[in-house]
């Protein structure tokens, strides 16, 4: 690697790095050749200090000018790496780092952007607002990065970025950093990037050997009171809890807070107020347990995670594979709890042929026991299937008119009794969790 300047040797040692990791290496030699970069690498890999050690070597922190825009997809994720270059100031004095997110006092941020930072942290939308009012100006950027650019995209957000892009006046160093390469992506790449150097760090995805992959059966339980009955069964120093939804998100929060529980959550639904105060307690380890969503946690770098949680399977297994590798790093042990209904067999048999191995466990009597996993139960879905073939097989001896017509029918009959049974199955299954909210028994 070329030499780097002696102050970001001081802000390498500031940060406590014994070496760097690969990506970090890659992208300095790479902004040392003023060349665009698309780094793909996981969580954890040190992508932030990979795009933040470059920034260092070029920007001229006597300069009061716009240097360095960095995009990243939500509030809590520009707040962590506002956290992050803060240090810098500790090296650099005369560096002004700025964050720009919604939910923050417009009038206030338009006037300290008259004093102009070298660098610019923020989300899309915002960056966007503040660039078409001209109130952030953008002439002398000479590095752009876009962080976490899959998840951009996936949020819609990468239009607000094309947006600044298609008005700039020169074109600006590129860095796209991104946990995996989408197609979607790959036009946006094309377009403003140019021959830009392709870093990506081989990983299998977060499985670490020192990753335990243990199935809990929900069995007729909740989530949430399946996670109560394992809490005593182990000790995490910190643990994040994922949930499909906010719903369960809130109902676990509750649940854990309740039973007096060093417990935050995050979601989506949290005003800018509260997402603040969680993140920077998440960061403080202030929290033994953390309730989140995949969308309100994705792309945090929280260390120390001993134990995840996942409350049943999100629609993207990818997502799963996320959540596990958020423990078990630096070769440390971690442990991945999967609770599991019916309806998450099959995502699990998926997830069994990538390679990932699961071993089945309950917690009973104060000791954890291996036992079998529990298989969806026979009856609705084979019944049905059952009455259909029989309508589909009788002998046509006799055929009468009309008679593929009635078969069609008789199918449609036994299809819409099942899914009434099916509806008012799941009515009653919420009435029932209803009454349970609001402490009544039923």
Not at 429 to 439: F, V, W
Request: proline fraction near 3%.
């Amino acid at each position: 690697m070329k030499e780097i300047k002696e102050k970001t040797q001081e802000l390498i040692e500031l940060y406590g790095f014994k070496r760097l990791t690969d990506v970090q290496v890659a992208c300095l030699e790479a902004a040392k050749k003023d060349k665009d970069i698309v780094a793909i690498s996981s969580t954890g890999t040190g992508k932030t200090h990979a795009f933040l050690l470059p920034i260092v070597e070029k920007v001229d922190f006597d300069k009061e000018s716009t240097q360095v825009v960095i995009s990243s997809p939500t509030r809590e994720l520009a707040l962590q790496l506002y956290d992050v270059f803060k240090e810098i100031k500790k090296v650099y004095k005369n560096a002004k780092i700025k964050l720009l997110t919604g939910g923050s006092d417009n009038k206030r941020i338009k006037e300290s952007l008259k004093r102009e930072p070298q660098i610019v942290i923020g989300t899309p939308g915002r960056l966007r607002d503040l660039y078409e009012s001209g109130d952030l100006r953008v002439d002398h950027t000479e590095i752009f990065v876009v962080d976490e650019a899959d998840m951009t995209l996936e949020f819609g957000f990468l239009e607000d970025i094309d947006k600044i892009f298609a008005k700039m006046v020169r074109h600006p160093e590129v860095m796209c950093f991104s946990a995996t390469l989408p197609e979607g992506l790959r036009p946006f790449i094309k377009k403003y990037l140019e021959d830009p150097d392709i870093i990506e760090v081989k990983s299998n995805e977060g499985f670490d050997p020192d990753i335990k992959h243990t199935l809990i059966s929900c069995r007729h339980m909740s989530y949430e009171d399946a996670l109560v009955s394992i809490l005593k069964g182990f000790k995490p120093y910190t643990c994040i809890i994922f949930a499909n939804d906010r719903t369960t998100c809130e109902n676990t929060f509750n649940k854990l807070n309740g039973l007096g529980l060093s417990v935050g959550m995050l979601h989506g639904g949290l005003e800018q107020r509260q997402r603040k105060r969680v993140l920077k307690a998440i960061m403080h380890h202030d929290y033994t347990y953390l309730v989140a969503t995949d969308i309100a946690a994705r792309g945090l770098d929280i260390e120390g995670v001993t134990h995840v949680v996942s409350l049943g399977l999100p629609s993207d297994l990818s997502f799963y594979i996320h959540r596990a590798g958020r423990t078990g790093r630096s070769g440390k042990e971690g442990t991945c709890f999967l609770l599991y209904k019916d309806e998450d067999l099959k995502g699990i048999a998926s997830l069994r042929q990538k390679g990932i191995e699961f071993k089945a466990m309950a917690f009973k009597g104060d000791t954890w026991k291996e036992v079998k996993v529990r298989q969806k139960p026979k009856g609705k879905d084979e019944a049905l299937e059952k009455e259909i073939a029989k309508t589909l097989h009788r002998k046509k001896e006799k055929v009468k008119p009309n008679y593929k017509k009635k078969k069609t029918q008789a199918i449609e009959k036994i299809k819409r009794k099942k899914r009434q049974e099916f509806i008012r199955q799941k009515i009653k299954e919420e009435k029932k969790a209803r009454y349970k909210a609001q402490g009544r028994n039923k």
